[in-house]
């Protein structure tokens, strides 16, 4: 008889295993579900920053970030193209005219990073695929743990609020 009872518990766990096997796949397949790639346009002046903050986000939220970097022009002239990207780090007076012609979410701006004159801002496009990831990501880029990117780059770091 306790053969009998010591085959039975075997036989009720062998299930209990499979479920928690296939738990743990689909749990994997979800957290790679909730990550999204954040397509970011911005200009040359902030790369070097930017991108070591992008690796920080990254490691931290499993997001990954998508740079596209150019000059000043350049930027204005991708986005007058439609280009797709969720969002946009250039300098405020171009802001201020994205903000103006609807491209850029103006409830999303933050102030990033100055340099003399210049202040940097991050702004979602009001197009961008992946909205969530890409404030997760413009908040990070103003965060006192981005902060040291941007000094590092020789900019100063701007807290937005």
């Excluded at 062998?14 to 397509?39: H, N, T, Y």
């Excluded at 920053?49 to 490691?59: E, G, L, N, P, Q």
């Excluded at 850029?104 to 801002?121: D, H, I, M």
């Amino acid at each position: 008889m306790r053969d009998v009872w010591h085959f039975r518990r075997e036989e009720t766990m062998q299930p209990f295993g499979r479920i928690g096997a296939i738990a743990a796949v689909l749990m994997s397949l979800v957290g790679m579900a909730a990550a999204a790639e954040v397509r970011v346009l911005g200009v040359d002046a902030v790369e070097q920053a930017a991108r070591a903050a992008a690796a920080d986000f990254a490691r931290e939220s499993g997001h990954r970030v998508i740079f596209t970097i150019a000059p000043p022009a350049v930027v204005m002239e991708k986005i007058a193209a439609n280009e797709p990207h969720d969002a946009v780090i250039v300098a405020e007076p171009a802001m201020d005219q994205l903000d103006k012609d609807g491209i850029v979410n103006p409830e999303s701006r933050v102030r990033l990073a100055k340099e003399g004159e210049t202040t940097y801002e991050g702004g979602l496009m009001t197009d961008g695929s992946v909205p969530e990831a890409a404030r997760e990501f413009v908040r990070y880029l103003a965060s006192p743990d981005a902060r040291p990117n941007w000094a590092a780059a020789k900019l100063l770091p701007l807290a937005d609020h």
